[in-house]
């Protein structure tokens, strides 16, 4: 059985459960997925599965991507990941993933980019308070005190700054499929999950 899938999130939108409750769910487009490398023990030195997701023309890839496919003689996709499994022998290049590897109810992880926000203050950045609005205040939005005076005399690493906020890699776990559509590769996973509209997603199985 697969251990995971390539997705792209569509975008949110609510259901309602069996007894009339309101849930915020998340449409992905999971899959379909082509098996595009199987590395090995004897050769790379672990085993894993590389997908292919979101199939697009040879000449809008890069050399390196071009090299690859023309290698194999398969279809290109413009994303690439791998997912470290043991059982590899189960699938040949050019097989194809699909959304019903995952069952409804079932919990699964997802990562994804985060947002970018680009340059923020420490109030949106971290969730500082801010200080007095009236008139004459000099610390309405600052961050205060970032250091010590004579020792260490300097800003000590890992000090919660002003700086670029979102755009990184974030993981959440145990997030519960509510339904799964096949004929459309596509599931619906209870809230929310990180990334904007049509960001792709890595979407994997507990493991057992």
């Known amino acids: 059985m697969a251990i995971g899938i390539i997705g792209k999130k569509i975008g949110m939108t609510h259901i309602f459960s069996k007894d009339g409750e309101m849930v915020p769910v998340t449409v992905i487009e999971a899959g379909p997925c082509a098996v595009i490398q199987k590395k090995t023990m004897e050769k790379e030195g672990y085993t894993a599965l590389q997908l292919g997701f979101a199939q697009a ?43 019903d590897i995952f069952e409804p109810g079932e919990q699964v992880t997802v990562s994804g980019i985060t947002k970018g926000k680009g340059f923020a203050g420490v109030i949106k ?18 961050p205060g005190s970032t250091g ?54 890595i979407i994997r199985k507990k493991e057992i």
């Open 125 to 142: 950045r971290w969730g500082f308070h801010r200080g007095p609005m009236s008139h004459g205040s000099k610390h309405k939005r600052a």
């Open 57 to 99: 023309k040879l000449a809008k890839l890069n050399k390196p991507m071009q090299g690859q496919f023309k290698k194999l003689d398969e279809k290109s996709y413009s994303v690439l990941r791998e997912f470290r499994t043991k059982d590899v022998d189960q699938y040949e290049v050019g097989d194809e993933i699909t959304a």
């Open 148 to 201: 010590m005076s004579a020792y260490p005399g300097r800003v000590l690493k890992g000090k919660r700054m002003p700086g670029h906020a979102g755009a990184q890699r974030k993981t959440i776990s145990n997030i519960e499929i509510l339904d799964r559509r096949e004929q459309e590769n596509v599931i619906l996973l209870k809230g929310c999950v990180p990334g904007a509209k049509n960001g792709i997603l």
